[in-house]
Every structure is written in structure tokens, then in C-alpha cells.
């Protein structure tokens, strides 16, 4: 019985597929333009704000750069503020957290001059200011994921972490910081 079961299963375990964990990058990486991207988008990148406190917006090391956490600004300087679930929609914070995303690429184009030079956007912890109760932290921090695969094709794909916080600072909506692999 034991041999039988074995030579039933074994078959089906070594013939699954062996997929890499990484996902394919664009197969014609270099003919992706994520600056065209952008205008396509219609979105005009605003100037790149300096920290408010004894921080810097970037830290490269080797090819990396570890952008420090932004929060959603919007043009006249304020913030979206307010909890998601309670004072925001999940549609809300999603929009939020796509600002979040034009935030941080106005950071990338200040610090790298042209966007291209962006090899993978390879790590994002998204913070999401809600009550305790509430658990859609992934659909709200989809909004700054989907904006990088807009941008960046496969490059923008990352691995990700979407976490609630009871506050965020000046009670921003959402605040995302984001780790950059970038060409030699």
C-alpha cells in the first residue's frame, strides 16, 4: 500500500512547476521609458520636500536607496489627514496613498535626475492610520502599488508590507517609505 501511494504522489510532486519567486522583469527593460510613462499619465512630479527635522529624504548605499517615509501632500502644502475606515473611505485612502507614490517619485527624479535609472522598485512598508478594527490596509497601500507598475512596468512590482497604525504624524492619512535598486 505505502509502495503504492508513493509511486502515485511522488510523480506529482517533482512534476510541479519549479517557478522562480521573483517575478520576470519586462523582457525589453531598456525600451521602458517610465519618465514618457509619466507624461502619459498626465502627472507632473511637484518639487521634492525637504525633511522637517534632522533626516534626509534619501540614503543610497551601493545601488539601493532607502527613501525615509512621506505622507500624501497635496498641492497647497497641506496633507490628507484623518483615519481610514472612520474620517476616510478605503477609496480615499487609496488616493492617498497614490499621492504618497508621486511623492516619492519626485524624491527618485530629484535625486537621480532621470527615473530611468530606477533598476526595481524592490521594498515598501505602507503605514495606514486607522482605527483598531479596521483590516483593508492592502487595498488602501494598492494605491502607491499600482501607481509604480503604471510608472515602472515590472520593475515597480515589490514585495510589501501594508500595516495599520492608531496614529500617524500631524494625523497624515498614510505614510510609505520604499527601498530603490538602481543601474551602476
Same mark, same amino acid.
Given at each position: 500500500?505505502?509502495?503504492?501511494?508513493?509511486?502515485?504522489?511522488?510523480?506529482?510532486?517533482?512534476?510541479?512547476?519549479?517557478?522562480?519567486?521573483?517575478?520576470?522583469?519586462?523582457?525589453?527593460?531598456?525600451?521602458?521609458?517610465?519618465?514618457?510613462?509619466?507624461?502619459?499619465?498626465?502627472?507632473?512630479?511637484?518639487?521634492?520636500?525637504?525633511?522637517?527635522?534632522?533626516?534626509?529624504?534619501?540614503?543610497?548605499?551601493?545601488?539601493?536607496?532607502?527613501?525615509?517615509?512621506?505622507?500624501?501632500?497635496?498641492?497647497?502644502?497641506?496633507?490628507?489627514?484623518?483615519?481610514?475606515?472612520?474620517?476616510?473611505?478605503?477609496?480615499?485612502?487609496?488616493?492617498?496613498?497614490?499621492?504618497?507614490?508621486? %511623492?516619492?517619485? *519626485? $524624491?527618485?527624479?530629484?535625486? &537621480?535626475?532621470?527615473?530611468?535609472? !530606477?533598476?526595481?522598485? @524592490?521594498? =515598501?512598508?505602507?503605514?495606514?492610520?486607522?482605527?483598531?478594527?479596521?483590516?483593508?490596509?492592502?487595498?488602501?497601500?494598492?494605491?502607491?502599488?499600482?501607481?509604480?507598475?503604471?510608472?515602472?512596468?515590472?520593475?515597480?512590482?515589490? %514585495?510589501?508590507? *501594508? $500595516?495599520?497604525?492608531?496614529? &500617524?504624524?500631524?494625523?497624515?492619512? !498614510?505614510?510609505?517609505? @520604499?527601498? =530603490?535598486?538602481?543601474?551602476?
Amino acid at each position: 500500500m505505502k509502495r503504492l501511494i508513493l509511486t502515485l504522489i511522488l510523480p506529482l510532486f517533482f512534476s510541479c512547476s519549479t517557478e522562480k519567486t521573483t517575478s520576470p522583469i519586462n523582457e525589453n527593460p531598456s525600451a521602458w521609458d517610465a519618465e514618457k510613462k509619466l507624461e502619459e499619465l498626465g502627472i507632473s512630479l511637484p518639487q521634492a520636500s525637504s525633511p522637517v527635522a534632522n533626516y534626509v529624504n534619501v540614503v543610497r548605499v551601493g545601488n539601493l536607496l532607502f527613501l525615509s517615509g512621506k505622507g500624501p501632500g497635496l498641492p497647497d502644502g497641506s496633507f490628507v489627514t484623518g483615519k481610514v475606515g472612520e474620517d476616510l473611505s478605503i477609496e480615499q485612502g487609496r488616493e492617498a496613498a497614490r499621492l504618497v507614490g508621486i %511623492a516619492q517619485l *519626485a $524624491v527618485l527624479k530629484s535625486e &537621480l535626475g532621470d527615473l530611468n535609472k !530606477v533598476k526595481r522598485i @524592490v521594498k =515598501v512598508l505602507g503605514m495606514v492610520n486607522c482605527g483598531p478594527d479596521f483590516t483593508q490596509q492592502p487595498q488602501v497601500i494598492n494605491g502607491f502599488s499600482d501607481l509604480m507598475v503604471e510608472v515602472f512596468g515590472d520593475k515597480g512590482k515589490h %514585495a510589501r508590507s *501594508a $500595516v495599520g497604525m492608531n496614529a &500617524l504624524p500631524m494625523n497624515i492619512a !498614510v505614510e510609505i517609505e @520604499v527601498i =530603490v535598486e538602481i543601474e551602476d
